[in-house]
């Protein structure tokens, strides 16, 4: 957990829910800022500097194979949260250019195959975003700290290996006849729930202490 980031828990606070102190949002925002105009007399090795400590404990991982133009869609949406990295599991080719630049501020660690994705995650706790073998759902769902968010292929889901490997498999409830949402649209709602959780204008916990219950006003 980032020293700036604070946990509550007890009495009438919300339980074991890290929320990003208004120092470090209006630093992110500033970053974002950044990342969108880059400003010339910085290196883009200095500008990941100040990226690097603005990062949060949560990381995302995405299934190569099938997603040639989402894995960049995903590495620009995950730069928006500012994840720790983006772990790409496979060899096949995608289309970087869908990132818009983002790819060059991002950790991204390449793992040719699933073995080497999970040597590369030294142990950390997995959460697969799938719907078929989901136990929960994305906003019932308690994300451990330092997670690694696993996205499947458009094909094939997530692999049967990485999911028996996962802490915990989320789903998000979906209500049409079509059975599941682009990997990139999945990535930014999984994400935006993470995220909701630690910001104060999230509506992080209602009455009942449950993530994601808040009554509207
Ligand atoms: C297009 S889906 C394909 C999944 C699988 N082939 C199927 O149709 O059951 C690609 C990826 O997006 C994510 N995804 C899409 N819709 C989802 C949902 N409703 N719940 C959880 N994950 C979802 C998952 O990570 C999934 O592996």
Redesign the pocket.
């Known amino acids: 957990m980032s020293g700036d980031l604070t946990r509550q828990g007890g009495g009438g606070e919300p339980s074991a829910q890290s929320w990003v102190s208004p120092s470090v949002l209006s630093r992110a925002i500033l970053a974002a800022a950044m990342a969108r105009v880059p400003p010339f007399e910085m290196t883009l090795e200095e500008q990941r500097g100040e990226l690097a400590s603005l990062r949060v404990d949560m990381s995302v991982a995405v299934v190569r194979a099938k997603n040639p133009f989402n894995v960049g869609t995903i590495i620009r949406v995950a730069h928006s949260f500012l994840v720790r990295e983006i772990f790409l599991i496979g060899t096949e080719p995608y289309y970087e250019r869908a990132s818009m630049g983002m790819h060059r501020y991002e950790n991204i660690v390449k793992c040719p195959d699933e073995d080497a994705f999970l040597e590369a995650v030294q142990g950390r706790p997995l959460v697969s ?4 073998s ?1 136990t929960t759902t994305i906003w019932q769902a308690d994300y451990p700290p330092n997670c690694v968010l696993l ?8 692999p049967p290996k990485l999911l028996d490997a996962s802490s915990l498999v ?3 409830p ?1 209500y049409g006849v079509n ?5 990139s649209v ?1 990535a930014g709602m999984v994400l935006c729930e993470w995220a909701r959780r630690r910001d104060p204008r999230g509506g992080a916990c209602g009455p009942d202490g449950h993530p994601g219950t808040r009554p509207l006003a």
């Open positions: 975003v799938e719907r078929d989901a996205l499947g292929s458009e094909n094939d889901g997530v989320v789903s998000i979906m059975h599941s949402f682009p990997v999945a």
